[in-house]
T-cell receptor, first 116, second 112 residues
Framework: GAGVSQSPRYKVAKRGQDVALRCDPISGHVSLFWYQQALGQGPEFLTY????????KSGLPSDRFFAERPEGSVSTLKIQRTQQEDSAVYLC??????????????FGNGTRLTVT | QQQVKQSPQSLIVQKGGISIINCAYENTAFDYFPWYQQFPGKGPALLIA?????SEKKEGRFTISFNKSAKQFSLHIMDSQPGDSATYFCAASRGSARQLTFGSGTQLTVLP
């Protein structure tokens, strides 16, 4: 594919349910980021992978949030025991190289999670 | 702590006019300042970016002005078009990881 692909596009979960959000980055992209975007706000950093290594998870809001990228390609963001405050758009982004300062960050179209 | 402050929250401009969006940052370690454009239902897309060793960068109708001493930077959209109507985010990052800190966004409406 030409861009970052995220699935599902929309997810409705009842409070307390677990959800899994998938990200397919652009082929060959080393760096992968997850961001959370609340309605009317800018994206906020959640976590960062370089290949399969999770180098920064400082933005994950609680231990209910977990992300993995086991083979250095596809990534999954999992939210356990969802709460209403988890409702947001979850954006995935990837970048080709880590050391090239001009390498742009490519975003997917996000997964809109609604917790009822 | 909001490290990147963006204003205005919304902006209405006539077609052909100049749109100006401002951002201020706090962390002097930031060394990369991109602007992103986001349409409804889409992810942010990189518009233009600047590094602090340059005071201005122009790409087509889009210009970034950067004031390092004031810790401020702005986006100017010349000859604004209705197709420019979108939400614009400034951002900043530091280091090779390029983890971005975003502003809160400006919703731009260009009237035909």
């Amino acid at each position: 594919g030409a861009g970052v692909s995220q699935s599902p596009r929309y997810k409705v979960a009842k409070r307390g349910q677990d959800v899994a959000l998938r990200c397919d980055p652009i082929s060959g992209h080393v760096s992968l980021f997850w961001y959370q975007q609340a309605l009317g706000q800018g994206p906020e950093f959640l976590t960062y992978f370089q290949n399969e290594a999770q180098l920064d998870k400082s933005g994950l809001p609680s231990d209910r949030f977990f992300a993995e990228r086991p083979e250095g390609s596809v990534s999954t963001l999992k939210i356990q025991r969802t709460q209403q405050e988890d409702s947001a758009v979850y954006l995935c982004a990837s970048r080709k190289l880590t050391s090239q300062t001009n390498s742009p960050l490519h975003f997917g179209n996000g997964t809109r999670l609604t917790v009822t | 702590q909001q490290q990147v402050k963006q204003s205005p929250q919304s902006l209405i401009v006539q077609k052909g006019g100049i749109s100006i969006i401002n951002c201020a940052y706090e962390n002097t370690a930031f060394d990369y300042f991109p602007w992103y454009q986001q349409f409804p239902g889409k992810g942010p897309a990189l518009l233009i970016a600047i590094r602090p060793d340059v005071s201005e960068k122009k790409e087509g109708r889009f210009t970034i002005s950067f004031n390092k001493s004031a810790k401020q930077f702005s986006l100017h959209i010349m000859d604004s078009q209705p197709g420019d109507s979108a939400t614009y985010f400034c951002a900043a990052s530091r280091g090779s990881a390029r983890q971005l800190t975003f502003g809160s966004g400006t919703q731009l409406t260009v009237l035909p």
